[in-house]
């Protein structure tokens, strides 16, 4: 059985930060790639970031612009979207995904996701 788990959403004012957590529970952790994407209120779900299997490179969406940092612990099992400057427009559902032996900058094909948490920004 494999799951993905998101925490640490929650309601921010502009500017804050929060530490996203996707707890993975998977075979063979280290071999994903571990991607983060979101899904606004009607709107398609985009990419944001992810980080290589290898844990060596990372890559972003141009929105993001700099604000954005992706971690893995492949002791936890856990990939982390840290967010800081947040705006309102980042509110959105998170959702974390993993895909075998994928490169940082994998927008597609990824096999497992989870069921998303939720980030709002207030002004």
């Known amino acids: 059985q494999v799951q993905l788990v998101e925490s640490g959403g929650g309601l921010v004012q502009a500017g804050d930060s929060l530490r996203l957590s996707c707890a993975a529970s998977?075979?063979?952790?280290?071999?994903?790639?571990m991607g983060w994407f979101r899904q606004g209120p009607g709107k398609e779900r985009e990419f944001v970031g992810a980080?290589?299997?290898?844990?060596?490179?990372?890559s972003y969406a141009d929105f993001v612009e700099g604000r954005f940092t992706i971690s893995r612990d492949n002791v936890k099992n856990t990939v982390y979207l840290q967010m800081n400057s947040l705006k309102p427009d980042d509110t959105a559902v998170y959702l974390c995904?993993?895909?075998?032996?994928?490169?940082?900058?994998?927008?597609?094909?990824?096999?497992?996701w989870g069921q998303g948490t939720q980030v709002t920004v207030s002004s």
């Open positions: 980080i290589s299997w290898s844990g060596n490179g990372t």
């Open positions: 995904a993993a895909k075998w032996r994928g490169a940082p900058t994998a927008r597609r094909g990824y096999d497992y």
């Open positions: 998977i075979s063979h952790f280290i071999y994903y790639a």
